[in-house]
């Protein structure tokens, strides 16, 4: 009988129930899209930040940083001099072992640096031998293209990118280009510190915005034969998505020996900054790594606001479709405060009504909500795709949240109505009163 | 004598105020959807505000050079720069001035600089001890601490020549290091003042950084204002910064923008189905009025005027909740306040009110289609 | 037409009026006429198409063929705002379920009436509560009154108007004995007033207070007689 009454009513009060399902079918769309880009909305986010560039830098133990932001004068205080000493610097052949620590997929590109003084035309200038886009092959099986082309995205650029397959062609910054009349295509002689001479070929102009328009990029073999110092760089400029720091990973920053065992598992298998630095200089003896942070602290700060943000507006759209859809309950329970007081009169229980009463909403919501949450999958992705140009991942994890949402909000928002109702007098309400 | 139209609105108010639950339901979905449109609209406005002050700790977008190579700047320039720009975009404007020196013999760059203003134009930096505070104190980088085996509150002795060939030299204290994996850790620094006391010539400064927030004139024509104003003098961006700030920050903007839409379509849909739901109760209501005689313009009026009570009530608390709503947002994501934008409030209480009306209306109209009769003989 | 009997003291004639719903025929081929100032109880049992006729004469709905005149009117090729109109100059409905506004109290229940018709009027309203005797309940809401009140305010209503044609449909259905008396004792005294009333039922004792009884059955009349004068 039960279950006749419940399939009655569900079937001839349509309009009612379609109106419930309707609106639970849009709390959950709306939970579901929400729930589904704060899930994703940190990734995302990490992935644009990477236009800023590097977040570390790969030295060796023995030198110093020499890169320079604002240089003033130049030529002063610059010897272009070259380190003899070959723990000045890294192998180049060990380079792919920073593809394979622990958070491997969390590097996102990152790419050598060599710079030797060369004159060009009487003038001294910075030549920096790097990866434009270098293919490896790592041990594990593994296929990797990484290099400065991707890592620079603020670069404008006139002319072909630089490529690691032609070995004389270079791009030449902005300013260096104007002050030797250079243009793309232009060829120029250049010599090394000990005088050996390269004919090389402009690709392309680039203007950076900062001190490396006054240099030249080359393929990093070009330097190392212009230095003499085949098989070695200076440093290493590494993009990697991080998780943004927090107190653990500021002590372990300063010293990973002062973690407790528990601390230091969870410290190491976090992407924070710091320990995917102590990661490379596990992998890579006789380096230090050291997080620019410039670009690693701004990075922690603008995520975590954003995700903070998004998981706010999230808990509150969350609350007002909840709110939404309890009224609407009851708004549909009142309206039906005739049907109630009939069943009362016939001599139904409170619980049996109530049940009934229920289950015809739960129905209605979970069909409303099963469109919903189909819905809510393809506005998530609507957002992720015109944001961010690609798909939003909805994580498994939003399916059973959304599900327990609609059923408490739809059970909660159901029980004062339904409560007022029982409690009046069955004669009152057929009366009409 | 009572009026026609005072009994009306009498009639309105009653069906109000008599029929409080369902009042009080209709009211609560009215007061939602406005809360929800006026709280997200204002963080629309504020947030890219916002962020893009958050953005501000990548550092400086704007440096100042003189621009023939080998000239400096000055205190007048300095000021010129700092009155050419807006104040209200104008997060901080630092001074750097570099000089080589000598410690054990051994060649230093020192910067003199105001350490009020780096701590805006670089928050990033991560000072080990405390920025220096008065006259005498300095504060190293990470790099040259580490190579002069010195730390905090242990005193370095400085010495150097000026461009006139004088010597000089002097002992500072150091309050702490600095380090920021950049350029910053080969240096020391001292306030400008001490450094133009050391080396007995004021009055130089190499380059100006500038914090400047986005949004507004764009940077590259600020730039254009103070080369104009400012004689002799070179602002450059820093593309690296500005460009990549451009891209992620119009994305963020964008999805903050596109999370308002979806979420206020869909609020507003709710609104109407609540309100739908709310005024379909009522048809017998409409179908005893009808046969009692009434026009239909009538009818529909009073649940005109109804509607429009609870569209700008609801608008009105909804205004009120959806401030506190931006404010919570603001307060606990940035830190900071924002600005009420009390110009969206009757915005939002005209949208509320339009569509109470229109979500009360088409039920309104469903059920006068309706045959009197049948409606009053009951489903 | 058919002996149309268009005379000015018939208010309400129907000639060879039929109502069909899809497969069912609730009214075939009724006519019925009616005088000024006089009482008609329809009867017969449900289904037999009292209320469908009703809803006709009351310009709640309208024929499917056949002629309705009201004081010499004829009802079809009427719109529906033309049928509002007349069911508000001419008719006063009284309901077995009441179908009071809820919010409003019984005094504005009255002016209700008196709003959708013309002008509000309180003194006026008020005076027909008291003729109906509920003058100290004018300030109570429905929930308030007891059936017997709320159907005597439904009857102050549909006479604030000075309708021509009263129509009750099944007015003492929910009512106990004291209030049928007293509601059927108000309708004595509008007839006595010169009132026409029209009251649809299926109890002989309020049929019986009529002058005249028209029986339905299966939508077709049955009967139509003169009562004996109805004595207490």
Known sequence: ?433 | MLSNRSFALRMVLWSLLRRRSRLLVALTGVTIGATVLLGLVTLCYDIPKQLSREFRSYGANMVFVKDQVGGRLTHGDLESVRETLPADRLVGLTPFRYEPVHNNMLPYTAVGTYFADVRLTSPFWRVTGEFPSEPGQILLGAEVAEATKLQAGQRISIEGRNTNQDRYSKDFTITGTVSTGGVEDAFIYLSLTDMEEMTREPGHIDLVEASLTSGGTPLGDLADLVRRNVPDIEPRLVTRVTRSEDTVLTKLTWLVYLVTVVVLTLTMICVTTTMMTVVMERRKEIGLKKALGAENKKVAREFLAEGLMLGVLGGLIGSLTGLLFARLVSYSVFGRGLNPEFHLVPLTVLVSALVTVVASLWPVKKAMEVEPALVLKGE | MLNPEISPDRILVISDVSKIYGPIKALQNVSLSVGSGEWLAIMGPSGSGKTTLMNIIGCLDSPTSGRVLLDGLGLDSLSSAELTAIRRESIGLIFQQFHLVSYLTALENVMVAQYYHSLVDEKEALEALENVGLADRAKHLPRQLSGGEQQRVCIARALINHPKLLLADEPTGNLDETNEAMVMDILHSLHKRGSTIIVVTHALEVAAHAERTLVLEHGRVASDVRNQPYQK
């Open chain 1, 1 to 433: 009988m039960f279950l006749k009454m419940l399939l009655g009513a569900l079937i001839r009060q349509k309009k009612k129930h379609l109106m419930i399902a309707f609106t639970v079918g849009l709390g959950v769309s709306l939970a579901t899209a929400m729930l589904g880009v704060m899930f994703d909305v940190g990734d995302k986010v990490n992935q644009e930040l990477k236009s800023y560039g590097a977040n570390l830098n790969v030295i060796p133990k023995g030198s110093s940083m020499m890169g320079d932001l604002y240089r003033l004068s130049e030529g002063e205080g610059e010897g272009g001099e070259l380190s003899e000493l070959e723990s000045d610097f890294i192998r180049e052949d060990e380079l792919y072992k920073i593809k394979m620590i622990f958070w491997a997929y969390n590097i996102v590109d990152y790419a050598p640096f060599l710079t030797v003084q060369v004159g060009l035309n009487g003038q001294k200038v910075p030549l920096s031998g790097t990866w434009f886009n270098k293919h490896l092959s790592l041990p594990t099986g593994d296929e990797v293209d990484t290099g400065m082309t991707a890592m620079k995205s603020w670069w404008v650029l006139e002319g072909r990118p630089g490529d690691d397959a032609d070995p004389t062609g270079v791009l030449v910054g902005r300013e260096l280009a104007r002050a030797q009349g250079l243009k793309v295509g232009s060829n120029l002689e250049v010599q090394g510190p000990d005088g050996k001479a390269e004919s090389l070929k402009v690709r392309a102009i680039f203007e950076s915005g900062g001190e490396d328009d006054r240099g030249i990029f080359a393929p990093l073999a070009l330097a190392q034969g212009l230095a003499q110092r085949p098989g070695l760089v200076q440093r290493v400029e590494v993009s990697a998505l991080t998780t943004p720091e927090n107190d653990l990973a500021r002590r372990a920053a300063q010293n990973p020996g002062s973690l407790t065992r528990l601390e230091w598992d969870t410290w190491y298998c976090t992407a924070y900054i710091s320990s995917i630095a102590y990661q490379i200089e596990e992998i890579l003896p006789g380096v230090r790594v050291k997080p620019i942070l410039r670009v690693a602290q701004s990075e922690g700060a603008i995520l975590s606001k954003t995700q903070l943000m998004i998981i706010l507006l999230t808990i509150l759209t969350l609350l007002c479709s909840a709110l939404a859809i309890s009224n609407l309950v009851t708004a549909n329970i009142m309206e039906r405060s005739v049907e109630i007081g009939l069943l009362k009169a016939l001599g139904a229980t409170g619980l049996s009504i109530s049940l009934l009463v229920l289950c015809e909403i739960l129905i209605a919501g979970f069909g409303g909500g099963l469109v919903g949450y189909l819905v809510g999958l393809g506005l998530a992705q609507f957002i992720g795709l015109s944001v961010f140009g690609s798909t939003v991942a909805v994580k498994s994890v939003v399916i059973p949240i959304a599900v327990l949402m609609v059923l408490t909000v739809t059970f909660l928002g159901s029980l004062p109505a339904l409560k007022t109702l029982l409690g009046l007098n069955p004669t009152e309400v057929l009366h009409g009163r």
